[in-house]
């Protein structure tokens, strides 16, 4: 098997650990990559191919994809937890360009109480850019059901709704 050939191979058995933890089939991952690399090195075995070697020992890169997966979903859990609850001041910078549409949806990098990046819905003015430095009060929600999983996708805390924002400084400079 040529490097490329197992380059290729390995990054999709490590994509595929990590789509398959995604889904819910953590307990399928085992099965799958017991039936792989025995697979491998049976087929190496009977015709001594080296190609189904190389297989069989890149097989371990779907548990390493699954783990990858599960130990960042971990974490977003950890930091969900440590959220406060209520009211709170939070600083942070405009990370994505602002969407109008009769409010403002805009990512907020937060850089205190909480570190992460939060989604931000408030009034439509005044428009916020990116790289806008804000003060808000406001109340973080955590997420629940189909829209936690939409938040983990996008590596988000939570959202904030109709916060208290207060200009810090536009795009480098400071209104202090």
Partial sequence: MTRYNSFFFGAVLFL??????????RGVIFII?????????????KSKNRAYIVFAVLT?????????????????????????????IIY???VSKPILSGSQEFKLKTSQP?????IVRTSEYPIWQYCDKLRM???????????ADYL????????I???????QSRAGLSLR
């Fill in 16 to 25: 595929a650990g990590v789509f398959l933890s995604s889904v819910g089939v």
């Fill in 92 to 94: 942070g910078s405009v």
């Fill in 33 to 45: 990559f017991a039936f792989l690399f025995i697979t491998g090195a049976g087929l190496f075995l």
């Fill in 114 to 118: 909480v570190w992460g990046v939060v």
């Fill in 161 to 167: 709704r109709n916060p208290s924002v207060r200009l």
């Fill in 60 to 88: 371990p890169l779907l548990l390493l994809g699954a783990i990858f997966y599960a130990k960042s979903n971990l974490e977003l859990i950890r930091v969900w937890k440590e959220i406060p609850a209520g009211k709170i």
């Fill in 137 to 147: 009060l406001g109340e973080i929600e955590k997420p629940s059901g189909k829209y």
């Fill in 152 to 159: 983990k996708k996008e590596k988000a805390l939570g959202t």
